[in-house]
């Protein structure tokens, strides 16, 4: 089992409707999440990112963290045929030299104007 | 603004080649990350850096080795190319607490 589990698409919703993209994960240990979009050819992005449990807003796009169901979440409102990427969940367990930073596997949202 | 740089964006080299992939940042990160990302994979790290000097396997090292001599710069090294390290590379830094990994705009490497 992946540590971190997202569906990789492709999605494809209209213009203006509200997109929910979500990851799950298995170790208990994060506690750092992030939110990141890639453009076809170019590297990630950072969107959000958050600390434990709870939402964070930002304009457009809000992320909300799960801790006890081990689940996170991207909500864009009022998408645009620009937030057409990849978006890749991320996490990790915060300050150590050993911390890395485990992704998923990302997935591809088409908004269709 | 928070700059990462990779030394080149397109490169083809053929199988058996030594292959160097340079990767710079101007954030003073201690954190460095070498990724590789290929469709339906996602991000797979290869190596990690957390201080000059200083480096861990990630989860597919083989074939990989890397050089971390001063701390803005980690370099990635193909010992000896092979046609299934065709890939995209993604170097990234971050501060020590891990919250934000900031990326190049990666390497297309194609090895023939």
């Known amino acids: 089992q992946k540590e971190v589990e997202q569906d990789p698409g492709p999605l494809s919703v209209p213009e203006g409707a509200i997109v929910s993209l979500n990851c799950t994960y298995s170790?208990?240990?994060?506690?750092?999440f992030m939110w990141y979009r890639q453009y076809s050819r170019k590297g990630p992005e950072l969107l959000m990112y958050?600390?434990?449990?709870g939402n964070k807003e930002d304009g457009r796009f809000t992320a909300q963290v799960d801790k006890s169901s081990k689940y996170i979440s991207l909500f864009i409102r009022d998408s645009q045929p620009s937030d057409s990427a990849t978006y890749l969940c991320?996490?990790?367990?915060?300050?150590?030299?050993?911390?890395?930073?485990?992704f998923g596997s990302g997935t591809r949202l088409s908004i269709r104007p | 603004d928070v700059k990462v740089t990779q030394s080149s964006r397109y490169l083809v080299k053929r199988t058996g080649e030594k292959v160097f992939l340079e990767c710079v940042q101007d954030?003073?990160?201690?954190?460095m990350f070498w990724y590789r990302q290929d469709p339906g994979l996602g991000l797979r790290l290869i190596y990690f850096?957390?201080?000059?000097?200083?480096?861990e396997k990630g989860d597919i090292p083989e074939g990989y080795s890397v050089s971390r001599e001063k701390k803005e710069r980690f370099s990635l090294i193909l010992e000896s190319a092979s046609t299934n390290q065709t890939s995209m590379y993604l170097c990234?830094?971050?501060?020590?607490?891990?919250?934000?990994?900031?990326f190049g705009q990666g390497t297309r490497l194609t090895v023939v």
């Open positions: 170790n208990s240990a994060f506690q750092y």
């Open positions: 954030m003073d990160h201690e954190n």
């Open positions: 991320a996490m990790s367990g915060g300050y150590s030299s050993a911390s890395k930073i485990i």
């Open positions: 990234a830094s971050s501060h020590p607490t891990n919250t934000e990994a900031f």
């Open positions: 850096s957390y201080d000059v000097k200083m480096k």
């Open positions: 958050t600390y434990s449990s």
